[in-house]
C-alpha cells in the first residue's frame, strides 16, 4: 500500500520560512513524479511545484512562488522537501504531497492541471502566513 506522509508547515510572519516533507513508501523502489499542491479558503487547487525522483534532479516549480521555494530530494529519508522562503500571506493555504508512478506528471506539470491525474495523496499541512 503506498502511503505518503507530511511533516511540517504551521505558522510564520511574512518574509519568514517553514520547510514541508513528505515521505513516500515507494520511494526508493522507484522512479516517481512527487508534487506539492496547495489550496486556500475559497480557492482551487494550485500547483506549486514537482520533482521526478531519482532524475539528477528534474524539478518543476510554479511561476507563482519561484525564487521563493525550492524542491528537493532528501534520498537518505526517502523524501520530498519544499523548502518555503520569503512567504507572504497569500501562501497561506493547506498543502497537500501528492505521488504517481507516471513521469508525464512531471512533464507536464506546469502547462496541465494535473492534480486530478495523481493517484496518491497525503493528509494536508496548514501554512498560516501573517502579515
Known amino acids: 500500500q503506498v502511503q505518503l506522509v507530511q511533516s511540517g508547515g504551521g505558522s510564520a510572519q511574512a518574509g519568514g520560512s517553514l520547510k514541508l516533507s513528505c515521505a513516500a513508501s515507494?520511494?526508493?523502489?522507484?522512479?516517481?513524479?512527487m508534487a506539492w499542491f496547495r489550496q486556500g479558503a475559497g480557492k482551487e487547487r494550485e500547483r506549486v511545484a514537482a520533482?521526478?525522483?531519482?532524475?539528477?534532479?528534474?524539478?518543476y516549480v510554479s511561476d507563482s512562488v519561484k525564487g521563493r521555494f525550492t524542491i528537493s530530494q532528501d534520498d537518505a529519508e526517502n523524501t520530498v522537501i519544499l523548502q518555503m522562503n520569503s512567504l507572504e500571506p497569500e501562501d497561506t493555504a493547506i498543502y497537500y504531497c501528492?505521488?504517481?508512478?507516471?513521469?508525464?506528471?512531471?512533464?507536464?506539470?506546469?502547462?496541465?492541471?494535473?492534480?486530478?491525474?495523481?493517484?496518491?495523496w497525503g493528509q494536508g499541512t496548514q501554512v498560516t502566513v501573517s502579515p
Open positions: 515507494m520511494y526508493t523502489t522507484s522512479s516517481i513524479c
Open positions: 520533482v521526478y525522483t531519482n532524475s539528477g534532479g528534474s524539478s
Open positions: 501528492a505521488a504517481d508512478y507516471d513521469k508525464r506528471l512531471c512533464l507536464v506539470f506546469l502547462q496541465s492541471d494535473v492534480h486530478s491525474n495523481f493517484r496518491y
